[in-house]
């Protein structure tokens, strides 16, 4: 079993910025990737950005330039900051993460509770 606990949310001013933060614990054996995702209000949940363990990203076309995510190996610790918000960044951000717990097993996809971001205009 893998906990995903997000952490950082809140209420910020159109302009401002925040950090996110998610730490994986438990059962981990290997990360392949971990990632943000939000889910506004009325609509689908869509990928803001995504760290693979090798370094590679992507990142959703409204967060380019302005999002930047980032992982303590050692911790297992993914990070997002985001500058420059804009009120239609306002929704509940979910971490997740993709691995093994062990290498004869299938691979694990574990997603945390979300953490609420709004941002007043």
């Known amino acids: 079993q893998v906990e995903v606990v997000e952490s950082g949310g809140g209420l910020v001013q159109a302009g401002g910025s925040l950090r996110l933060a998610c730490e994986a614990s438990?059962?981990?054996?290997?990360?392949?990737?971990m990632g943000w995702y939000r889910q506004a209000p009325g609509k689908e949940r869509e990928l803001v950005a995504q760290?693979?363990?090798?370094?590679?990203?992507n990142y959703g076309d409204s967060v380019k330039g302005r999002f930047t995510i980032s992982r303590d190996y050692n911790k297992n610790t993914l990070y997002l900051i985001m500058n420059s918000l804009k009120p239609e960044d306002t929704g509940v951000y979910y971490c997740?993460?993709?691995?093994?717990?062990?290498?004869?097993?299938?691979?694990?996809?574990?997603w945390g509770q979300g953490t609420q971001v709004t941002v007043s205009s």
């Open positions: 997740n993460v993709r691995g093994y717990s062990d290498y004869r097993q299938p691979p694990f996809d574990y």
């Open positions: 438990g059962s981990i054996f290997t990360i392949n990737a």
């Open positions: 760290l693979t363990s090798g370094g590679s990203t």
